[in-house]
């Protein structure tokens, strides 16, 4: 077959297979993500192998998590972000420290230094994708909870990059404080930078933009800020979706003045599945059946789960009872960033193979907990 | 740098170089494509080589195509494209004929048969992209003369087809005239299948469309149907775009009441640059300076604008000469076709390496002579 028809073979199955499920999960009262991704675990190498994580795939699967961060950024005013902004500290510190702690405890017991702290720093993964798009499908965006997770999610994403930086240095055996120093401000910097300066640049530009002849010129613009912003947050070393979050909410304030959410959205809903369905195909049951493992990880997934409920938890309880329920819940999906860390992992040579299992299996149970537990949270009682 | 760095540096640098230089062509009254094209040859091989066409970037450029004619078809009803079929039919198969006729006989005056054969074949490509956008820019795309390129560029496309499936065979020396005969048949069937009974089978599903419980779930599943068809014309051996012209014309009725237009234009808008942009790369002018072929690439070039002027113009003079001479140069570009043709004769060792110049640089001329062209002769007298 040529390029082009296994090309289209791949998006047609996975766009198709994905909606399909996602109608089938809305029918079952489940959320429609939780389809995306099962349809994409029965395309993967798990099951049917019909598709296969590639350049391409995860190119567009890349596309689609950008426009589903640029449209929640496009809902989310930078003030009402900043109002939460003391919980969203806490969530986010709480919910590194507590699930680092029990992680590094519990594999301490019978696992050795690194492995442990390895296995630690992978349960501290946040994936903001999945708990956005649930918040979105609901319509609580505008939700003070909503906010709290998105802005804990950014913080989240620095504060893993630091993880990172400190676990991966530990193969090679000393940790390069400079250049971590160096890292860490710049994240900090660009996201304070943007956040800020953002909305009062973009209404500095207004009267240039509404000159241009090139039609639907605000949204042109909108996208090249989105795509800007996104390379500039993967230079820095931050995952590229901050990057389109923050360029959304620098925009947030002219969305409808310009029909930015309007124009957002249907690319969103086409690119979106891609990424979910890739993110189902990357999950390989395949390399998870370590049977030496099973109570290990069963451990790990059940720790993965209750540290991110307390960390969380406790970091929001001021919101009330509830919306703390609501956030830790929503913090609880590794997705991605769990199957990053743990690839990171096996290629420094960190972990064993059975290790890997373990991580890779912490980040599928917490990815398909989420969005059901979530949503039945958020139902009116 | 990582692949995601890579992949974002590529699509931000196409995208908005592509629409600064689009904005740099409308303010000079030329049209936006041209200068999206010109970016591509800008940043591409020939220049700046700063973007390489490679799987993702081709995978894009696709998609993009795919959804201009999807939005291209919603805009046009099945009916008023029967109402000219006649002069679409005289149009497509005239616009085979002279073409391949002048340059064959151009060519053998001082060629071989096979190079001869080969180049006439490569002048019967027509790129129905490029004159699409220009006519959707301009708001015409529900005249008369629209419907009669459009339809000719489906026959064309089937028509082209089967030519280049002789020239292909004439590496092996001997043409297969039952397989051709069946590639003819499944093409025609498939288009009168699809543009027939396509509108029916619509209206036979929309109240099962409107039970599902998938937000916007009309949308979604013209979504499939594009790119479900689009595959289908890949596996007939049509081009993907052809494809998604007719499910865009199966939906096209509906196209109002489930606000499809709406949903796909934003998709087209952010895609399709990547088309146009990738078009203007692949055309590399480095491998087109042969020296010795100065002379004979410019009678070619010549030829393939005015072979398509008159046979295409000469198949529409019914509907007056400035219709006509509309549908002629709209008939022009060559584009991504001629390109592919090219490639496929210097796969198969048909042709030299200075033959090959010529038909990459036909296509160029043709490519960016007729946008600023029909958009002089679409401007209101």
């Not at 073979?9 to 993500?33: N, Y």
């Not at 995860?58 to 596309?63: D, F, H, Q, V």
């Not at 003045?257 to 990424?275: G, K, Q, S, V, Y």
């Amino acid at each position: 077959m040529t390029d082009s028809g296994k090309l289209l073979l791949e998006l047609f199955l996975m766009f198709s297979s994905g909606k399909l499920l996602a109608e089938v999960c809305e029918r079952l009262r489940q959320p429609a993500v939780l389809g995306e991704i099962l349809a994409g675990v029965l395309l993967g190498p798990s099951a049917l192998a019909l598709i296969h994580p590639n350049v391409m795939t995860r190119g567009l699967a890349e596309i689609g998590a950008i426009f589903l961060l640029f449209t929640v950024g496009l809902e989310t005013r930078p003030h009402e972000l900043l109002e939460v902004g003391g919980t969203a500290v806490l969530v986010a510190v709480l919910g590194v420290i507590v699930p680092f702690v029990l992680g590094f405890v519990y594999m301490k017991i019978s696992h050795g230094l690194v492995e442990s702290i390895f296995v630690g720093a992978a349960m501290v993964a946040t994936s903001v994708g999945i708990t956005a798009r649930v918040l979105a499908d609901n319509g609580v965006l505008a939700t003070r909870m909503a906010r709290v997770i998105l802005g804990a999610a950014v913080l989240d994403d620095i504060l893993g990059l630091i993880v990172l930086a400190v676990v991966s240095s530990l193969s090679t055996g000393q940790v390069v404080y400079l250049q971590l120093g160096i890292v860490t401000v710049e994240a900090i910097g660009f996201t304070l930078l943007i956040a800020f300066l953002g909305p009062r640049m973009v209404r500095k530009v207004r009267p240039t933009v509404e000159r241009l002849r090139t039609r639907n010129s605000a949204f042109i613009l909108s996208v090249i800020l989105c795509l800007g912003l996104s390379l500039a947050s993967v230079y820095i070393g931050m995952a590229a979706i901050i990057g389109a979050f923050l360029a959304g909410l620098a925009m947030a304030e002219h969305s409808e003045e310009w029909r930015l959410r309007e124009n957002a959205h249907p690319i969103m809903e086409f690119m979106t599945p891609f990424f979910f369905v890739l993110l189902g195909a990357e999950m390989n049951l395949r390399t998870v059946a370590h049977p030496g493992v099973v109570l290990t990880a069963a451990v790990v997934c059940l720790l993965a789960i209750v540290s991110k409920l307390i960390g969380c938890g406790l970091g929001s309880l001021r919101l009330g009872w509830k919306p703390a329920l609501q956030i830790g819940v929503g913090m609880v999906p590794r997705g991605e960033v769990g199957l990053i860390v743990a690839a990171v992992g096996l290629g420094l040579h960190t972990i064993s193979d059975a290790i890997y299992s373990v991580v890779v299996l912490m980040s599928i149970v917490t990815t398909l907990f989420a969005p059901p537990v979530l949503r039945l949270l958020l139902r009116r009682p």
